[in-house]
């Protein structure tokens, strides 16, 4: 009976140990563009790249997106006001582990050409 016990008990510390992952460190940038133009083309922009768009709210500014191929990312986009500019937060998740922050940076390139506001 107590070989079960302990079973059991490594079996459910090692669930715990799963369930800690930390949260992805978001990359910030801000564009010259509104914020419903920045979104639209965000959305469309995860899309281009082969990205499944889970949940898309333009009334919230946010948007999750997974890779359709293996291994699996997924992106958390959120988008908000300030002013006649737009602040665009991204974080990325490969399987349960959070990216780099820095490793975004293309995309975020890749955004601000698409919204036309490119260097």
Not at 39 to 57: K, P, T
Not at 66 to 82: C, D, F, G, K, N
Request: glycine share 6%.
């Amino acid at each position: 009976m107590k070989i079960r016990h302990w079973l059991l008990l490594s079996l459910l510390g090692g669930l715990v140990g799963c369930a800690s992952t930390p949260p992805p460190e978001p990359r910030e940038l801000v564009y010259p563009t509104p914020a419903e133009e920045t979104f639209r083309e965000a959305v469309e922009l995860m899309i281009e790249q082969g990205y499944v768009v889970r949940h898309a709210d333009l009334s919230l500014g946010r948007a999750e997106a997974s890779l359709a191929r293996w291994p699996e990312y997924r992106l958390q986009l959120q988008v908000s006001e300030e002013g006649s500019r737009s602040r665009v937060r991204v974080s990325a998740l490969r399987g349960n582990q959070p990216l780099p922050p820095y490793l975004l940076d293309p995309w975020l390139v890749d955004l601000q050409v698409k919204l036309g506001v490119a260097p």
